[in-house]
C-alpha cells in the first residue's frame, strides 16, 4: 500500500485524505497546529465542489451550517444608512444561487470528521526537510522521527512550507493585489442580528457580519497593503498595522479596532494569488492555496481545493503505478479550470460593489467560472 503525507488540515488537505483513503492509500495527515485553526471568515462553496461534498455524504451537514444572513447595508461614517440589500452580502453573493457561505473552520472540521478513522493524524509538528531520491520521499520532521513516504502533498496554504522546501522561495509564485485582509471574532457589541454592514472611506473598508446565532461578529478589515507589510509570524507588528490602518475610518471603528487586541483568532494577510508553471516536483505536489490561490477576492479558493482534492486522489487511483502521469492529469484538467478563477480576482478588487454594474460584471464572471470543470459523473473510488 503507498503512503502519502499530506501537510495541512483545513480544506483540501482533509478532502484529499478522505478521496486518497477510498483509493486504497495510507495516508498521514499533518497538522503544525495543535488543533485545526479556529475563526476566519466566511466562504464559499460552489459549482462541483457541492458534488463532491454530496459525494461525501457531508452534504446535509454542511448546508445546515451554512450562514443566514438576511442583506447588508453600507453605512457612512456619521452612522447613516447609505443603501441596503436584502438580496445579496458582500461575502456570499446573491440569495438566488445555489452556492453555500460556510464559516471557515465550520468547513474545516465538517472535511476533517469525515475522513476515514484509519487516516493517521499528526498535530503540532511539521516539516523541515524533504528528500526525494527517485522511488520515495524521506521527510524530516521538526519533532518526529524521519520516515519515508511514497508521495508528498503541500495543502498547507499560500504561505506553503512543502512549497518553499520543494520549489523554493515563494516571492518567485505571489502575485499580490497590494490589498491587506484582517479578519478577527468579536463579541456582537453592535447587536446586528443575521446581517452584514459594510462602512468604507478612502479605499479602507470595515466588513462585519454576525455567526454563532447572532452572538458573535466577524469583523474584516480592508486596506492598501504591500507584501512587505505582511510580517509573517509578528502578530503584534500586524496588529498594529491593522490598528493605526482602520482608524482613518469613521462610524464603530473605534470600538471595533479595540476587539483587535483580545481577539482569540487575530489572523492578517495581503491578498494574493499563488502562479506556479508546475504544481508538482519529482513525488511532490500541491493542492489547493499552495499551488494556485485564486485570493479572498474571488471567493474560490475553498471550491478550488475541493475539487482540485478530489481530481488528484482520482488520479491517482487511475495511476497507481505512474504518479508523473497521474499529476500531469491532474494538472490538465485543474489549470484551465484555475486560470479562470484566477482571472476574477484583478477585476474583483477594481470594482465599485455598491454599483449595480459592477456587482453583474462580477456576478457573470463567477458564474462562467464556479462550473468551467466537470467532474466525472461515473466516477466510483477503486475499493
Not at 451537514?61 to 438580496?87: C, F, N, P, Q, Y
Not at 465550520?106 to 527517485?134: H, K, Q
Not at 503584534?236 to 469613521?250: F, K, N, T, Y
Not at 504544481?279 to 505536489?285: A, E, L, M, P
Request: hydrophobic share 40%.
Amino acid at each position: 500500500m503507498k503512503r502519502i503525507l499530506i501537510s495541512g488540515s483545513s480544506i483540501g488537505g482533509p478532502a484529499l485524505a478522505y478521496w486518497l483513503q477510498r483509493e486504497g492509500f495510507s495516508v498521514t495527515l499533518l497538522e503544525r497546529g495543535r488543533t485545526q485553526r479556529q475563526g476566519g471568515q466566511a466562504v464559499d462553496v460552489r459549482g462541483p465542489a457541492i458534488e463532491v461534498l454530496d459525494r461525501m455524504g457531508i452534504l446535509d451537514e454542511v448546508r445546515r451550517h451554512k450562514t443566514d444572513m438576511t442583506g447588508m447595508s453600507a453605512i457612512a461614517a456619521d452612522g447613516s444608512e447609505l443603501w441596503r440589500s436584502e438580496t445579496m452580502t458582500y461575502s456570499g453573493g446573491s440569495f438566488e444561487s445555489d452556492d453555500i457561505e460556510i464559516m471557515r473552520d465550520d468547513l474545516a472540521r465538517l472535511l476533517l470528521e469525515a475522513v476515514p478513522p484509519e487516516t493517521e493524524l499528526i498535530y503540532a509538528d511539521s516539516v523541515t526537510a524533504l528528500r526525494d531520491d527517485g522511488d520515495s520521499v524521506l521527510v524530516e520532521f521538526e519533532k518526529g522521527t524521519p520516515r519515508q513516504f511514497d508521495f508528498v502533498v503541500g495543502a498547507d496554504g499560500i504561505h506553503s512550507n512543502i512549497r518553499h522546501l520543494a520549489f523554493g522561495d515563494k516571492s518567485q509564485f505571489v502575485r499580490s493585489l497590494e490589498v491587506g485582509l484582517s479578519v478577527h471574532s468579536a463579541p456582537n457589541i453592535l447587536g446586528l442580528s443575521r446581517w452584514q454592514v459594510t462602512h468604507e472611506i478612502d479605499g479602507r473598508n470595515c466588513l462585519i457580519y454576525t455567526v454563532r446565532n447572532d452572538r458573535e461578529l466577524r469583523i474584516c478589515f480592508i486596506f492598501p497593503a504591500t507584501i512587505a507589510d505582511e510580517n509573517v509570524g509578528n502578530l503584534e507588528a500586524q496588529m498594529q498595522l491593522v490598528a493605526r490602518e482602520a482608524s482613518h475610518l469613521g462610524w464603530e471603528a473605534p470600538r471595533l479596532i479595540e476587539t483587535i487586541w483580545t481577539a482569540p483568532d487575530f489572523y492578517f494577510g495581503v491578498m494574493a494569488q499563488i502562479v506556479m508553471p508546475s504544481w508538482s516536483k519529482g513525488r511532490v505536489t500541491l493542492v489547493g492555496d499552495a499551488g494556485y490561490c485564486p485570493s479572498p477576492f474571488t471567493g474560490q479558493g475553498s471550491s478550488l481545493a475541493i475539487i482540485g482534492a478530489y481530481i488528484l486522489a482520482r488520479e491517482l487511483g487511475r495511476h497507481h503505478s505512474d504518479h508523473a502521469v497521474a499529476f500531469a492529469a491532474y494538472e490538465r484538467r485543474m489549470r484551465p479550470f484555475v486560470e479562470k478563477n484566477q482571472a476574477i480576482g484583478p477585476v474583483a478588487r477594481d470594482l465599485d460593489f455598491a454599483d449595480p454594474a459592477s456587482q453583474e460584471i462580477l456576478l457573470n464572471m463567477l458564474n462562467e467560472a464556479k462550473v468551467a470543470i466537470a467532474i466525472d459523473a461515473d466516477f466510483e473510488p477503486q475499493i
